[in-house]
T-cell receptor, first 111, second 112 residues
Framework: NAGVTQTPKFQVLKTGQSMTLQCAQDMNHEYMSWYRQDPGMGLRLIHYSVGAGITDQGEVPNGYNVSRSTTEDFPLRLLSAAPSQTSVYFC??????????FGQGTRLTVV | GQQLNQSPQSMFIQEGEDVSMNCTSSSIFNTWLWYKQEPGEGPVLLIALYKAGELTSNGRLTAQFGITRKDSFLNISASIPSDVGIYFCAGITQGGSEKLVFGKGTKLTVNP
């Protein structure tokens, strides 16, 4: 059972480039979400989804897009990368109202 | 939006000591969760609490869901070096989208 799988694990981007962070889960969870983690800031919610075809903004959505075409996948798109988006990104999934399971993270550096 | 105030921010303790950390909020939560994150890894669930007043243990870890549903604490007894990491509390909001809200974490260092 793979759980939550994120790819890539590491990425370096130039300012202005775009990219997609992949997240897949095999637990048939309705809820999926993306967080960013910065030193001293804890985990901040970027976007989340309560089911296929339904997404909503979290606390820090600017500069990011998401879509949820299947239950399993929830990709996060950076439209035009900026140095302020240098961070560690975590994807999580859960059943409604239940504990979330996290991927191992994607460490992104924007230069 | 909802915020969780987690304290302390960091702790430096000797092996064998007990540890206590807590989270408070002005909002009510249906569920409280405690996670541990080790360097280079994602957070891993330690304890989940679903009822006000609930006290749950997982080995040397004990956590409680506050009666008011606005707070929770985590205790670690007889700490060992592998307890090192960042501990996060998290609460699941009532109704609607039931989002997961995180505290900013307690960084634990254990000196052998």
């Amino acid at each position: 059972n793979a759980g939550v799988t994120q790819t890539p694990k590491f990425q370096v981007l130039k300012t202005g480039q775009s990219m997609t962070l992949q997240c897949a889960q095999d637990m048939n969870h309705e809820y999926m979400s993306w967080y960013r983690q910065d030193p001293g800031m804890g985990l901040r919610l970027i976007h989340y989804s309560v089911g296929a075809g339904i997404t909503d903004q979290g606390e820090v959505p600017n500069g990011y897009n998401v879509s949820r075409s299947t239950t399993e996948d929830f990709p996060l798109r950076l439209l035009s990368a900026a140095p302020s988006q240098t961070s560690v990104y975590f994807c999580a999934s859960s059943y409604r109202g239940s504990e979330a399971f996290f991927g191992q993270g994607t460490r992104l550096t924007v230069v | 939006g909802q915020q969780l105030n987690q304290s302390p921010q960091s702790m430096f303790i000797q092996e064998g000591e007990d540890v206590s950390m807590n989270c408070t909020s002005s909002s009510i939560f249906n569920t409280w969760l405690w996670y541990k994150q080790e360097p280079g890894e994602g957070p891993v669930l330690l304890i989940a609490l679903y009822k006000a007043g609930e006290l749950t243990s997982n080995g040397r870890l004990t956590a409680q869901f506050g009666i008011t549903r606005k707070d929770s604490f985590l205790n670690i007894s007889a700490s060992i070096p592998s307890d090192v990491g960042i501990y996060f509390c998290a609460g699941i909001t009532q109704g609607g989208s039931e989002k997961l809200v995180f505290g900013k974490g307690t960084k634990l260092t254990v000196n052998p």
